[in-house]
């Protein structure tokens, strides 16, 4: 167990976060040839805003398909909640409480808006297919506490409007916030998502900004993200973790980060293209 | 009704009202709203607990009497609690649009010395927060929803939970003080202020008394035979007299239910959901609708529109006459009966209009079609004419006596009174009692014996006796014969057909009528597109002689009905012509929120003016424009002018 689980970090808005949640220690990931990882570590605190970014091919999403236990590196560890993680499935750390999104959407567009959110709440159902069947009893009243937890979910994301519309006719925009919705409806303790903005209007990133930092403020969620917009980044983000080339090249406070020459060369000025 | 109460002989405030229906209808449900998904509701007895904790609340802040209490948000129960709850302890109600920027609210909240607002949720806050430093006497901010607040300086804001729980906290210590506001007010006090949008200068205070409230509730609610098993939906802003009216005032005298929806978004499916008896909404809510069913009924099969386009033509011809009492034959009735299961009651089903016993439509003029589609259905829409300084209600329709072209005749209580000039005057127990802060408007609009002038001219139809509403007076100009010259009226008329985008007739101090015609592109070129018609510019289809024949048709049309009108009848138009381009804001020909300004193209547009007024057939012009990016550039083109066919007054009248 590292030491720093115990200390508490002071953000630049003044915030205290707490002892550090989940560390990865020297993760290594190599597909075939080519290292998607090299020799990363960083931790993330409970109750922050961690942004990891960088160029494209990076290697961001890898890392946080490493996170959420997709991909098992080659050399590294995992600890999540002072525990050394042994390899697992993905649903298996969903039950240890990390949700996530994706990049490209993945939800089941033909379901509507609060079925797909429902879904969110496997990990919180342990009646059998039978009691579900018979539903009557024990199947009724967790149904009902997961609907209103659902609803919670619905409401704060104001997406009332879309509650029974399938989610395949819906726009772009929406479909991440339902995303989003169906990743809230776990309750997890860390939060992943993947590139939550892309593909937004200035609008669109707005609200998405305010919902995430509603999440992180009103659930004490800790939120894990990846992104592209550099000034959204810097907006939201406690601390942030620079990639490029499977590297980490920077870790730090968003000003910490801006300062940083190294970054500031292969991220923000020098051009990859 | 009026019995005596607890001791109290008479029941002439709002609180007093409260206090009867509790124990009238304790149990039947007086609110409901939508929230996570699920209706939740508060009976009668309910709602009067909620606001008796709120006014101990209140108290317990230390609202004074005479205080303004601002209240800020969407419809929500707690919202219109928070009006009550003020009033019974003295403390005068001012509700504010919610959509209003921080600069719009600060002259209202300034202007009433406001020391206690009630905010909905965040957005309000912090609008209240970016003017609370001009806000010298402002102590306490009430939010319903703390969401996003949790960071948020405490000192001046409290949650209307915690106000409501140190008022229940504190029932003993208060009860004496509340006894004694509570009986201290009566009829005459301010039951709610209102401010008028104002599209001139800035908005006025309108202070309406109990009595003022309660005489058009009863009068109103009486007219239509509001019941206490009827119910509304509450979607309007509760910073219009309407919704205090429908929402508060109605409700209260006769004792329906008010549901809110769970956010202006969902209105349309909680519409349904509730089925409300009671409706009010603007024409182009109805508009808006129409259209939207048209354009589904546009994508089903054909046989599907066939039955719909069928039955509908049915409706047109039956409707109206069930809804009115008159006599059709058997077979029609069956028929009706039959298209009504299939066709009519499943429509108004998903329109969230089946249950509507009463609906009423005001604030412009609405298309006759639009209204006899929903009255073919067998909905009982209905127009009413009425101001805020009114309490809503001057005129309204009664059941079968329902024109599309009139505003009814006058509210039971209500006298009017028509000037020479033609400005429409009342005077009732309704009438406002002042603009606050404000007595030289008061002095101008409402006279000592307590005549109201309403600044639109009207005149009553010698046909069904009903007020019609012509325009502003200051826009009605008299013609060179000296008859009226009611522009809005003729161009209302004119834009109802969806090919006509803009008209703008012209006539003042002249003896004939003329008008520019500015057609919609879409509208024509759909038209156009069927007919095989071939354009290259908005200018040729301008001047498609085939679409000047069908703009002749209409306008002919109108002419006809206007006709019938003796007193408007010189209003007909006798020349036309099409013009080259589309009016535009950035020409400067309309304003933003696209109202013609009429002088500005007469000068603008001085040659075909001249052209209308001299008897020419067509004449050659040269138009400036200016392009989306501040460009100029000029377009020129040779106009028809047409006369158009009109209709003597005296043979129609017989």
């Given at each position: 167990?590292?030491?720093?689980?115990?200390?508490t970090?002071?953000?630049?808005?003044?915030?205290?976060?707490?002892?550090?949640?989940?560390?990865?220690?020297?993760?290594t990931?190599?597909?075939?040839g080519?290292t998607?990882?090299?020799?990363?570590?960083?931790?993330?605190?409970?109750?922050?805003?961690r942004?990891?970014?960088g160029?494209?091919g990076?290697?961001k999403?890898?890392?946080?398909?490493?996170?959420?236990?997709?991909?098992?590196?080659?050399?590294?560890?995992?600890?999540?909640?002072?525990?050394?993680?042994?390899?697992?499935?993905?649903?298996?750390?969903?039950?240890?409480?990390?949700?996530?999104t994706?990049?490209?959407?993945?939800?089941?567009?033909?379901?509507?808006?609060?079925?797909?959110?429902?879904?969110?709440?496997?990990?919180?159902?342990?009646?059998g297919?039978?009691?579900?069947?018979?539903?009557?009893?024990a199947?009724?009243?967790?149904?009902f506490?997961n609907?209103?937890?659902?609803?919670?979910i619905?409401?704060?994301?104001?997406?009332?409007?879309i509650?029974?519309?399938e989610?395949?006719r819906l726009?772009?925009?929406?479909?991440?916030r339902?995303?989003l919705?169906?990743?809230?409806?776990?309750?997890?303790?860390?939060?992943?998502?993947?590139?939550?903005?892309?593909g937004m209007?200035?609008?669109?990133?707005?609200?998405?900004?305010?919902?995430?930092?509603?999440?992180?403020?009103e659930?004490?969620?800790?939120?894990?993200?990846?992104?592209h917009?550099?000034?959204?980044?810097?907006d939201?983000?406690?601390?942030?973790?620079?990639?490029?080339?499977?590297?980490?090249?920077?870790?730090?406070?968003p000003?910490?980060?801006?300062?940083?020459q190294?970054?500031?060369?292969?991220?923000?000025?020098?051009?990859?293209? | 009704?009026?019995?005596?109460?607890?001791?109290?002989?008479?029941v002439?405030?709002?609180?007093?009202?409260?206090?009867r229906?509790?124990?009238?209808?304790?149990?039947?449900?007086?609110?409901r709203?939508?929230?996570?998904?699920?209706?939740?509701s508060w009976?009668?007895?309910?709602?009067?607990?909620?606001?008796?904790?709120f006014?101990?609340?209140l108290?317990d802040?230390?609202?004074?009497?005479g205080?303004?209490?601002?209240?800020?948000?969407?419809?929500?129960?707690?919202?219109?609690?928070?009006?009550?709850?003020?009033?019974?302890?003295g403390?005068?109600?001012?509700?504010?649009?919610?959509?209003?920027?921080?600069?719009?609210?600060?002259?209202?909240?300034?202007?009433?010395?406001?020391?206690?607002?009630?905010?909905?949720?965040?957005?309000?806050?912090?609008?209240?927060i970016?003017?609370?430093t001009?806000?010298?006497?402002?102590?306490?901010?009430?939010?319903?929803?703390?969401?996003?607040?949790?960071?948020?300086?405490?000192?001046?804001?409290?949650?209307?939970?915690?106000?409501?729980?140190?008022?229940?906290?504190?029932?003993?210590?208060?009860?004496?003080l509340?006894?004694?506001?509570?009986?201290?007010h009566?009829?005459?006090?301010?039951?709610?202020?209102?401010?008028?949008?104002?599209t001139?200068?800035?908005?006025?205070?309108v202070v309406?008394?109990h009595?003022?409230?309660?005489?058009?509730?009863?009068?109103?609610s009486?007219?239509?035979?509001?019941r206490?098993?009827?119910?509304?939906?509450?979607?309007?802003?509760?910073?219009?007299?309407?919704?205090?009216?429908?929402?508060?005032g109605?409700?209260?005298?006769?004792?329906?239910?008010?549901?809110c929806?769970?956010?202006?978004?969902?209105m349309?499916?909680?519409?349904?959901?509730?089925?409300?008896?009671?409706?009010?909404a603007?024409?182009?809510?109805?508009?808006?609708?129409?259209?939207?069913?048209?354009?589904?009924?546009?994508?089903?099969?054909?046989?599907?529109?066939?039955?719909?386009?069928?039955m509908?033509?049915?409706?047109?011809?039956?409707?109206?006459?069930?809804?009115?009492?008159?006599?059709?034959?058997?077979?029609?009735?069956?028929?009706?009966?039959?298209?009504?299961?299939?066709?009519?009651?499943?429509?108004k089903?998903?329109?969230?209009?089946?249950?509507?016993?009463?609906?009423?439509?005001?604030g412009?003029?609405?298309g006759p079609?639009?209204?006899d589609f929903?009255r073919?259905?067998?909905?009982?829409l209905?127009?009413?004419?009425?101001?805020?300084?009114?309490?809503v209600?001057?005129?309204?329709q009664?059941?079968?006596?329902?024109?599309?072209?009139t505003?009814?005749?006058?509210?039971?209580?209500?006298?009017?009174?028509?000037?020479?000039?033609?400005e429409?005057?009342?005077?009732s127990?309704?009438?406002?009692?002042?603009?606050?802060?404000n007595?030289?408007?008061?002095?101008?609009?409402?006279?000592?014996?307590?005549?109201?002038?309403?600044?639109?001219?009207?005149?009553?139809?010698?046909?069904?006796?009903?007020?019609?509403i012509?325009?502003?007076?200051?826009?009605?100009?008299?013609?060179?014969?000296?008859?009226?010259?009611?522009?809005k009226?003729?161009e209302?008329?004119?834009?109802?057909?969806?090919?006509?985008l803009?008209?703008?007739?012209?006539?003042?101090?002249?003896?004939?009528?003329?008008?520019?015609?500015?057609i919609?592109?879409?509208?024509?070129?759909?038209?156009?597109?069927?007919?095989?018609?071939?354009?290259?510019?908005?200018?040729?289809?301008?001047?498609?002689?085939q679409v000047?024949d069908?703009?002749?048709?209409?306008?002919?049309?109108?002419?006809?009905?206007?006709?019938?009108?003796?007193m408007?009848?010189?209003?007909?138009?006798?020349?036309?012509?099409?013009?080259?381009?589309?009016?535009?804001?950035?020409?400067?020909?309309i304003?933003?929120?696209?109202?013609?300004?009429?002088?500005?193209?007469?000068?603008?547009?001085?040659d075909?003016?001249?052209?209308?007024?001299?008897?020419?057939?067509?004449?050659?012009t040269?138009?400036?424009?200016?392009?989306?990016?501040?460009?100029?550039?000029?377009?020129s083109?040779?106009?028809?002018?047409?006369?158009?066919?009109?209709?003597?007054?005296e043979?129609?009248?017989?």
């Amino acid at each position: 167990m590292s030491l720093k689980a115990v200390e508490t970090f002071v953000t630049e808005d003044g915030r205290s976060i707490g002892p550090v949640i989940l560390e990865v220690k020297d993760i290594t990931l190599k597909f075939g040839g080519v290292t998607a990882i090299q020799n990363i570590s960083f931790d993330i605190r409970g109750g922050e805003v961690r942004a990891i970014i960088g160029p494209n091919g990076a290697g961001k999403s890898s890392m946080l398909n490493v996170i959420n236990g997709f991909y098992h590196p080659q050399e590294g560890e995992v600890w999540f909640k002072n525990e050394l993680r042994a390899p697992m499935k993905p649903y298996q750390i969903a039950y240890q409480g990390i949700a996530r999104t994706f990049q490209n959407i993945a939800l089941f567009k033909g379901m509507s808006t609060l079925d797909n959110i429902m879904t969110g709440r496997f990990t919180h159902m342990s009646s059998g297919i039978f009691a579900q069947a018979w539903w009557k009893g024990a199947a009724e009243k967790e149904e009902f506490s997961n609907r209103e937890k659902v609803e919670q979910i619905i409401d704060f994301l104001e997406i009332q409007k879309i509650r029974k519309t399938e989610v395949g006719r819906l726009p772009y925009g929406l479909q991440k916030r339902v995303e989003l919705g169906r990743a809230l409806a776990a309750e997890p303790r860390l939060l992943l998502l993947d590139e939550p903005m892309a593909g937004m209007n200035v609008e669109e990133k707005e609200d998405m900004s305010r919902f995430i930092l509603d999440v992180n403020e009103e659930f004490g969620t800790t939120v894990a993200l990846i992104e592209h917009d550099m000034g959204v980044v810097m907006d939201i983000a406690d601390r942030v973790v620079v990639m490029d080339y499977g590297k980490k090249i920077g870790d730090g406070t968003p000003e910490e980060i801006r300062k940083n020459q190294v970054v500031i060369d292969a991220y923000l000025g020098i051009s990859h293209d | 009704m009026n019995s005596s109460f607890r001791g109290q002989l008479v029941v002439d405030t709002l609180p007093k009202l409260l206090n009867r229906n509790a124990s009238q209808f304790s149990n039947s449900p007086a609110y409901r709203v939508k929230e996570f998904g699920i209706w939740r509701s508060w009976s009668w007895s309910q709602a009067r607990d909620e606001i008796n904790a709120f006014s101990l609340g209140l108290l317990d802040c230390g609202v004074d009497q005479g205080d303004h209490v601002a209240i800020i948000g969407s419809n929500r129960p707690e919202l219109y609690w928070s009006m009550v709850a003020a009033q019974s302890i003295g403390a005068i109600p001012v509700p504010v649009y919610q959509d209003a920027v921080p600069e719009e609210m600060i002259y209202i909240l300034e202007h009433c010395n406001v020391r206690f607002i009630v905010a909905e949720d965040q957005e309000q806050v912090d609008k209240v927060i970016e003017l609370s430093t001009r806000l010298k006497r402002l102590e306490q901010t009430i939010f319903l929803d703390p969401r996003g607040m949790r960071k948020y300086e405490k000192s001046k804001l409290t949650s209307f939970a915690d106000v409501q729980s140190a008022g229940r906290k504190n029932e003993k210590k208060l009860s004496i003080l509340y006894k004694k506001r509570f009986q201290n007010h009566s009829s005459v006090d301010t039951c709610v202020m209102l401010y008028t949008s104002g599209t001139t200068g800035k908005p006025k205070g309108v202070v309406l008394s109990h009595k003022n409230i309660l005489a058009a509730s009863k009068a109103s609610s009486e007219f239509d035979n509001l019941r206490h098993d009827d119910s509304v939906l509450a979607y309007l802003p509760m910073a219009w007299v309407g919704d205090f009216i429908f929402s508060i005032g109605q409700a209260y005298w006769t004792g329906f239910c008010v549901a809110c929806p769970e956010s202006a978004e969902t209105m349309q499916t909680d519409l349904r959901e509730i089925g409300p008896s009671y409706f009010f909404a603007p024409p182009r809510y109805f508009e808006g609708l129409l259209t939207s069913v048209m354009i589904r009924m546009e994508d089903a099969s054909s046989i599907k529109r066939k039955v719909f386009n069928h039955m509908m033509e049915f409706a047109k011809k039956v409707g109206p006459k069930i809804l009115d009492n008159k006599p059709i034959s058997f077979y029609e009735r069956g028929k009706y009966i039959f298209a009504n299961f299939i066709l009519y009651s499943p429509l108004k089903d998903t329109l969230g209009l089946r249950n509507v016993r009463v609906g009423y439509t005001a604030g412009e003029a609405i298309g006759p079609e639009i209204f006899d589609f929903y009255r073919s259905l067998g909905i009982n829409l209905k127009q009413l004419y009425g101001q805020t300084e009114a309490a809503v209600f001057i005129t309204q329709q009664p059941d079968g006596e329902v024109r599309s072209d009139t505003v009814g005749v006058a509210t039971p209580g209500v006298e009017l009174k028509i000037d020479e000039s033609g400005e429409v005057f009342y005077r009732s127990d309704s009438s406002f009692v002042e603009y606050y802060k404000n007595p030289k408007s008061t002095k101008s609009t409402k006279n000592k014996e307590g005549w109201v002038a309403t600044g639109d001219a009207g005149f009553i139809d010698t046909s069904s006796n009903h007020l019609r509403i012509i325009d502003r007076v200051k826009d009605v100009g008299k013609m060179s014969d000296g008859s009226f010259f009611a522009p809005k009226y003729v161009e209302n008329k004119l834009k109802f057909y969806p090919t006509i985008l803009e008209a703008v007739v012209l006539g003042d101090k002249r003896d004939i009528c003329t008008a520019f015609i500015n057609i919609d592109l879409t509208a024509v070129g759909n038209w156009a597109e069927r007919n095989n018609i071939a354009y290259s510019s908005y200018q040729e289809l301008a001047a498609h002689d085939q679409v000047y024949d069908m703009i002749a048709r209409y306008i002919k049309e109108v002419n006809l009905s206007i006709s019938k009108d003796k007193m408007l009848s010189s209003c007909q138009i006798r020349r036309f012509l099409v013009l080259h381009k589309e009016l535009d804001a950035d020409d400067g020909e309309i304003t933003r929120t696209r109202k013609v300004r009429r002088g500005f193209i007469e000068e603008k547009y001085a040659d075909l003016v001249k052209a209308l007024y001299n008897g020419a057939s067509q004449i050659e012009t040269k138009t400036e424009v200016t392009y989306e990016d501040g460009r100029k550039g000029h377009i020129s083109a040779t106009l028809e002018i047409r006369d158009a066919e009109v209709f003597n007054p005296e043979l129609e009248v017989a």
